[in-house]
């Protein structure tokens, strides 16, 4: 068994199994900080309540939360174009949040600055691999995690999934005592059911998000939440 298999979205184990690759989504996030937030932005940090808070419309969203010592940590999302993103130069912040905050006119400035008075810039493109991805048994490798089911985040599984693919293998190994490819076999044979059904709800979510009835189709799904399976 290779000992990276579990080495992430742009795993280089996966070409031993599979052709797949991870494909834009077609939404961006951009991962800021403001540190001393709570005290800088009163109003803000009283609305979020050391929660988080997401404001949303179709094609783009503010989330922040609350973190230790006054930290808001903020993700702004964006529907753009992948080279959208490319074009934005993020080695100065200032201009890329500016930038960035370009695309908020007109909503509330206590959202807005939690942009436009960010420290950092990074951009996340998300990318996902197919919904159904699996492979025929290769002998002596298998992926995990991300390398095996790379998906939005709008699951929330992602971490889980990785953690209990862990756990999940370790058994089978335990299990199959001298025999790799039987424990490789028994492991497999749960992961591709488990990692369809969360990458097809992260996959529905997405697009409840940032649809053009945004936000009331999210206010409908955490309302009639019902998990895929």
Request: with cysteine.
């Amino acid at each position: 068994m290779s000992p990276r298999g579990a080495e992430g979205a742009w795993s280089r184990v996966r070409i031993l199994l599979s052709e797949a690759k991870p494909a834009y989504v077609g939404t961006s996030f951009i991962e800021t900080y403001l540190s001393g937030g709570e005290a800088r932005h009163k109003a803000f940090a009283s609305a979020a309540g050391g929660c988080t808070t997401m404001a949303i419309a179709p094609g783009k969203a503010i989330f922040a939360h609350s973190e230790a010592n006054g930290v808001l940590h903020t993700y702004v999302a964006l529907n753009k174009p992948e080279d959208w993103i490319d074009n934005i130069d993020f080695s100065d912040p200032r201009a890329a949040l500016a930038r960035i905050a370009g695309e908020f006119d007109g909503w509330a400035p206590e959202l807005t600055a939690l942009i436009t008075e960010g420290e950092t810039a990074v951009p996340r493109r998300i990318h996902a691999l197919p919904v159904e991805h699996r492979w025929d048994r290769v002998s002596g490798v298998t992926l995990l995690g991300d390398a095996a089911h790379l998906m939005s985040q709008f699951s929330g599984e992602g971490a889980n999934l990785a953690m209990y693919d862990g756990a999940e293998l370790g058994k089978a190994i335990a299990a199959n005592p001298g025999d790799v490819e039987a424990a490789l076999s028994a492991y497999e044979k749960d992961l591709f059911s488990r990692s369809a059904s969360a990458a097809t709800e992260a996959g529905r979510n997405l697009k409840l998000f940032f649809d053009d009835n945004a936000p009331q189709s999210v206010v409908d799904l955490f309302t009639n939440y019902q998990p895929i399976r």
